[in-house]
């Protein structure tokens, strides 16, 4: 079984090509490829295949199948979207440029350049506000919750232990004009390097703090890198950022074969 | 660059296969490999070559160049020389059975397995008592040295964080007659999954406590799985344990050749 390793502000994925649907990727398969230590390594899986070898009805020729660590099924991923648009252009697969994917949250419109990728991450939703840590949050649905909160200083937070685990939280500090650092506390994960739909959150809720920026290019620090996100006049959010394949290979026989304890 | 990826009880290394010794392995292109999420993952690198190529000389063909996952340069590794013998066999390098292996720490006798591979970790030296943690440790070289402490129940114990961080200190539970459980807090790293001069230095201390044992093969279970240690009546320690290769493959030319931040 051949695999690549790649990742975007450091959330990383085990790249499984499959074009023609062929392979049976079991929830426990995906646990052990994703165990940093006794497989492989990653954030999760994404499995490469053809949208009619998927069953995927979609003018996008292939199709991401996004699988969490845990093993069980998720609907999007923007860093991961960059990733796998990124593989298959490397694999020669298709041409740099403009590319549609089809993934469980729709059909995606990608541009891969030499060094960043963009991904349409679609129309952002934003909610009444709520509190969170006794202090006012702006409620932004990217596909998935979020609650952003202004703070001075992402370095003096320490560990971050919001009070709602509910949704996923983001921590702002505002470093010059179109320009944010965050960290996020992923909902069921915990504290991560990098949220693609977070940036996109972050973002919205600047614009709407701040009374300016829309359409405009931010620049959004976070631990894993840096991303670059856009909320356009249309209500569509934009996302930039790195896209890095570190190596390929293959699973060895008698890793794959044996017995579980 | 070809790479493989291993694990002996969740210690694990990304191996450099580099026979003739061609390969320049700077430390900041070892920090690079074990970074787990913007590079391959491993908790050191095996670079694999012959020693006449290393310059080392000895009577094993082959010399285990070992490097933590910060870049300093290791003596001894007693999980990783299981892995290195393992890569050797599967490679088809060396025949399965018994090996010389050259390592800083000096030649190593090693018996290669179908599952499990044996290694002479030498002559275990033990110290006068001092006390950890208000209670009384047995003092145990390994080549580096080791606290080992007597506690109920290793589950019980929360977050380790000794009095003492200049040595490996090693909390151990009795389970049975020559079987015992143990957690490491690791000198200059805190906990890990599996230590393997922790192993010899516990089964040592548990001979000593229980004043039996000596000479027999005793299970010793840690959170990465399940070792097996012999304290022999000459004072070697023989450490037994799996080897697993999960697998092989090639570094990305555009990778390795990426301007760093």
């Known amino acids: 079984m051949r695999f690549w390793k790649g990742h975007g502000t450091e959330n990383d994925f085990v790249l499984l090509p499959d074009l023609d ?24 899986v994404l499995r490469v295949v053809r949208s009619a070898a ?35 252009v490397q694999a020669g697969l298709v041409p740099a440029g403009p590319l549609l994917l089809a993934t469980r949250g729709g059909t995606k419109h990608v541009q891969v350049g030499d060094d960043l990728v963009t991904v349409d991450m679609g129309r952002a939703r934003v909610g009444e506000p709520f509190t969170v840590d006794g202090a006012e949050a702006v409620a932004v649905d990217m596909g998935n ?20 685990k509910d949704v996923n939280v983001e921590y702002v500090e505002t470093r010059g004009p179109r320009h944010v650092a965050f960290r996020v506390h992923e909902r069921g994960v915990g504290e991560t390097r990098s949220c693609g739909t977070g940036a996109c959150a972050v973002v919205v ?36 950022g790195p896209a890095v394949l570190v190596a390929q290979g293959v699973l060895r026989e008698d890793w794959l074969t044996a017995k579980q304890p």
Do not use: I, K
């Open 21 to 44: 649907g062929a392979l049976d990727l079991t929830p426990d398969l995906v646990v052990r490829l994703c165990d940093r230590r006794a497989g492989v390594g990653g954030d999760g």
């Open 54 to 88: 998927a069953g995927v009805e979609s003018e996008a020729e292939f199709f991401m199948d996004y699988r969490n660590a845990d093993g069980s099924v998720a609907e999007m991923c923007g860093n991961g979207v960059r990733v796998y648009a990124r593989y298959l």
């Open 145 to 164: 919750p979020h609650a952003v909160l202004a703070v001075d200083s992402v370095e003096a937070l320490g560990v971050l232990d919001p009070e709602r």
């Open 205 to 240: 809720a600047q614009v709407l703090r701040t009374g300016s920026g829309r359409g405009e290019s931010y620049d959004v620090d976070v631990p894993g890198g840096r991303l670059e996100v856009t909320w356009r006049q249309d209500g569509h959010v934009l996302l930039t």
